[in-house]
């Protein structure tokens, strides 16, 4: 078991030794960077590929039919066909459209989502770089996708693209302060900003999710990650059949798979932070660290593609009012019941802490009620009959 | 949790269909063409045939010409046939019909007074030629009785019951005159 777990590092540092042999000591450093920078930059693509095909066939079966299956055998080629597709499209760029961004958007945009799976542990010791404010990190990259959204709709030089990137530019710079509030109460208690370090304090089976503001604040960031993805129901920047695609109208061809690679590739690196940060990582008892990784990270795309196939999109002014008018005080609730937790001895402080979190989420529920006008009364209207 | 409640349910629902998808066949409707295909059913109506009842010479069509002038589009071509002499007989010599005419309406099997056309259950018929390959002579019109039988059961054992019907009449009234 431990070999099973420990495969990849063997694997690498048998590789390591094997080319230490021809090689002078100085590069041995390069070649170890390599090594992890050409694993993730091979499974970063092939992952987006694959997800591509396993969102359509779980759409498909949530809709009583097969997905893709003419292609491969269970239309494992699929992806394969699709890329082949778009690389062998025009690329048309409107006449007057600013050449130089919309040349740059699709290609930047891809930067932030393979700059994050340098920071997440895959398993026991398996992480690319161990940074020490690595969750630090990954909140700042998840932060500079938006601009690239605007530039993309600001280059397309077409009304509709632009309004589809302003209200992208809305939606993700209102679902981040949620999104940083509900990991501040994993830092209080972990004592640290490095996703191996926030991994290890989760050790045995108290994973965060297990508290009370470990599950508010699970629950928080998961939303919020949904929502910087731009995935149902919160896709109204690409809002497919409303404003024709959003932001990336004006694209074809491999600039539009370069946008659909970056928001699968978020969409796993943001599964893979949660698992980390909130469902403990690779830690669990019996199999494989990265086994267990992935099982959790997968199980959060799973939740995320069934999300996808059951609810209808928000409207824009549904969105900001749930960002700021529901999750970001319950952020701030989260917050400070995990200082209360932290301070307070067992068991009294699971029930202050619950009991604080019941009575805001009360609370808020009361607030945010939807007012359903009252019936007219109308007057003067009809003749006296 | 009545604000969030709905969206549970919702999810519930679409969580059920996807696990019953692989289980029931009424959660996963779709037949996968042209390996499976859905069962054929009796009325349905497609290009004619002409039928024969025990050899292709035997065929009911006496050429009489009424499909021909009731079809709408007139995609029908008939031309009697006549022996050495130059009488005219009971048969067809030439029955083409153009199948990228014909619109499957059917008027021609409703009309027929000898029960000589009926409507096909075919439709893989996709041809490359419109002149050359999609108009159809009397030799590839010609189906027995049998397969009749086969596609349209209930239609042709009507139509049998009132062939041997009149065939007992005629019998009995030959008999009756030879009497």
Partial sequence: MENADQIFVILKRSLMTWAGVFLPDWSLVFLSILISIGAIAVFGPVTMMYLTLLERKLVGRIQNRYGPNRVGFWGLLQPIADGIKMLTKEDIIPEKADRFAHFLAPVVIVIPALLIFSVIPFGRGMVAVDLSIGLLFFLALSSTTTIWIFVAAWGSRNKFSLLGGMRAVAQMISYEIPMVLSVVPVLIVAGSFSTVAIVEAQSGLNWFVFTPWGIAGFLIFFLTGVAEVNRTPFDLPEGESEIVAGFHTEYSGMKFALFYMAEFMNTFSISAIVATVYLGGWQGPWLPSWVWFFAKTYALIFVMMWFRGTLPRLRVDQLMGFAWKFLLPLALVNLLIAGIWTEFKTPANNIVSSLILFAALVILYWANRPEIPKKRVYRYAYADE | MIFGLGVLKGMMVTLKNFVLSYFTKERLTTVQYPEERIPEKERFRNFPFLIYDEKPEDLRCVSCDICAKECPPKCITIVRD????????????????????????????????????????????????RFEDLNYHKDDLLKSNEYFAKIRPQDAARIDAKLREKAKLKETEIRGHNT
């Fill in chain 2, 82 to 129: 006549s022996d050495e002499q130059g009488k005219p007989l009971k048969r067809p010599k030439v029955f083409d019909i153009d199948f990228s005419i014909c619109m499957n309406c059917g008027i021609c099997e409703e009309v027929c007074p000898f029960d000589a056309i009926f409507m096909d259950h075919e439709f893989e018929l996709a041809e490359y030629g």
